[in-house]
């Protein structure tokens, strides 16, 4: 009878056991990691960790479970793969935060820093194509493509867009 639970439990529970771990929000690909960590040595990607409680569940509410450092959006509308990255890095007044696309064009990944920011813990996400106007009511984008929203909860919320040719960007929130 023991022979039979035991046998019972190993067959039941070691598939579970040995079933691989689910995916971390966070992760990156690991030929776009191993650039990141090159490029940007001293950084690293926001996590739910960094942000304070109020931020957290304000960025859970709305994106769920997502990475709130990380998110793949079609920037290009050329649907490869292309990463928006929120960077933090430095510690006190020197601390800063980077937004960061990656695009994959064949095996190599082109790099661009499209903000800086000092003191500040700002998450990233995406949203689809549309019209879009700043918070001033002076400047519109229209987004033929998915584009990228870049912020400080409680403080500054950016948006960009690529127009086929450079990156456009308003102030949702200032």
């Not at 709130?68 to 960077?87: E, F, H, I, M, N």
């Not at 695009?103 to 194509?129: C, F, M, Y």
Request: charged content about 20%.
């Amino acid at each position: 009878m023991a022979l039979s639970v035991f046998s019972f439990c190993l067959f039941a529970f070691v598939p579970t056991l040995l079933a691989a771990p689910p995916n971390d929000a966070c992760d990156l690909p690991q030929s776009l990691q191993r650039e990141i960590t090159t490029k940007y040595p001293n950084a690293k990607l926001v996590t739910l960790l960094d942000l304070r409680e109020d931020d957290k569940r304000f960025f859970q509410k709305s994106h769920g479970d997502a990475c709130p450092g990380l998110v793949k959006v079609d920037y290009y509308g050329d649907r490869q793969p292309t990463w928006a990255l929120s960077l933090i890095s430095g510690d006190g007044a020197k601390e800063k935060a980077e937004l960061v696309v990656a695009h994959q064009v064949g095996n190599d990944w082109r790099i661009a820093s499209l903000e800086t920011a000092k003191l500040s813990v700002p998450v990233v996400w995406s949203q689809g194509p549309g019209h879009y106007r700043d918070v001033y009511g002076q400047k519109q984008i229209r987004a033929t493509s998915p584009i990228i929203v870049f912020g400080e909860y409680g403080g500054w919320i950016i948006l960009y867009s690529w127009t086929g040719k450079t990156t456009d960007k308003i102030w949702l929130i200032d």
